[in-house]
């Protein structure tokens, strides 16, 4: 009887049971449902995602999330891309989502950012009938400032429990060259307090003193933490700090290259936490905008860093224990991904 073992490494990383924890739903958008949305716009022309080997700056990708948000600019657009975006991870066997989004308000659409977390939340609540379990995390933008970062955790907090658990927990995000993210500390204590997990962007780019505040808060999981090892210009009471204390790594490896924070895949910083038995999660970011999926994430890992199906499958596996959700969630999972062991 054929095994796991028969696969080849790409269709294996298809088929296994993976959990995404770190994927920004605007970026996450589809070729297909970025279409119909320029449809309705009148702007079948655009094109809105990067190519697979292209270089870009960071900048360049927050222009990108600029362009998108003029054409997700109302409720239907948000249910619709939510909705998608769940299918499309469902289909390459996502077990466990974590998706993330900034409450967003326009006026002309007549979007409020109740109306936004919302239709977030109906997309989630009307996928229930596919194998995956799907949770939400409300973005703070690190852009908007501490005003607007206050009103996002007190949604959260409020929509935890209106949501029957779906709100899970909030990040920080943003272009990471702008604004000062120890300005937000006291909203994230406050989102602590409220039960809220925290999933914070930390040395997207070099920050020293910044990141080692941030992480006394501490975060639950560090999303990138691209520049926290000495010689990539982070320091070693950063690297010693998240080691102790074994805060888990978000690894997005195509954003990083074509972001251009990572020079290479090779060069990615995976390895040298991954060496070190650290805590990390492999996951997409924008897989529309990188043109990327989980499945290819976890082949490119396992090509650069020669990694075999068994320790690929636990990398996986291994994932489970840092989802936002209770304990309950994850042992069902665990049983879920047992049943695809390599044998
Ligand atoms: C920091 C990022 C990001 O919230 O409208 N975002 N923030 N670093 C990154 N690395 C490339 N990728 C995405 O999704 C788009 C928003 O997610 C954040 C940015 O704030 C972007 O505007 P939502 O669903």
């Known amino acids: 009887m054929p095994t796991q073992r028969d696969l080849s490494i790409a269709e294996f990383c298809c088929e296994m049971p993976k959990i995404e924890l770190h994927a920004h739903i605007n970026g996450s958008i589809s070729e297909t449902t970025m279409k119909k949305l320029l449809k309705k716009k009148n702007r079948e022309g655009d094109k809105l995602s990067f190519q697979k080997d292209q270089i870009a700056t960071l900048d360049d990708c927050f222009h990108m999330f600029k362009l998108i948000h003029q054409v997700s600019d109302d409720t239907e657009a948000a249910y619709t891309i939510t909705y998608d975006v769940i299918h499309e991870f469902a289909a390459e066997n996502v077990k466990y989502l974590e998706l993330r989004s900034t409450p967003r308000e326009v006026k002309a659409t007549g979007m409020t950012k109740l109306g936004y977390v919302e239709a977030v939340i109906k997309a989630i609540q009307d996928c229930n009938d596919l194998d995956i379990i799907v949770k939400f995390i409300l973005a703070v933008d690190r852009r908007n400032g501490v005003d607007v970062a206050k009103e996002t955790v007190e949604l959260a907090a409020k929509y935890k429990t209106l949501s029957n658990g779906i709100v899970i927990g909030v990040d920080l995000s943003g272009d990471p060259t702008v604004g000062d993210a120890r300005d937000y500390i006291p909203v994230f204590e406050q989102a602590k307090q409220a039960g809220l997990k925290l999933a914070l962007h930390l040395a997207e780019v070099p920050n020293i003193e910044e990141t080692l505040a941030m992480l006394k808060l501490p975060p639950n999981r560090i999303g990138h933490g691209t520049c926290l090892l000495p010689d990539v210009g982070g320091s070693d009471e950063l690297k010693d700090y998240v080691y102790t204390h074994k805060i888990p790594l978000e690894l997005c490896l195509t954003s990083n290259v074509i972001g251009q924070t990572v020079p290479n895949f090779d060069n990615h910083h995976f390895s040298n936490w991954y060496k070190r038995n650290h805590p990390c ?26 990694l075999s199906v068994d320790k690929i499958w636990q990398l996986s596996f291994g ?8 304990e309950d969630i994850k042992e069902q999972l665990r049983l879920k991904f047992l049943q695809f062991r390599p044998l």
Not at 285 to 306: C, M
Not at 319 to 326: L, P, R, T, V
């Open 281 to 306: 999660v492999i996951c997409t970011d924008d897989k529309g905008v990188f043109n990327t999926t989980l499945s290819e994430e976890y082949q490119i890992a396992a090509k650069t860093f020669n």
């Open 319 to 326: 994932s489970i224990d840092h989802i936002f959700a209770e």
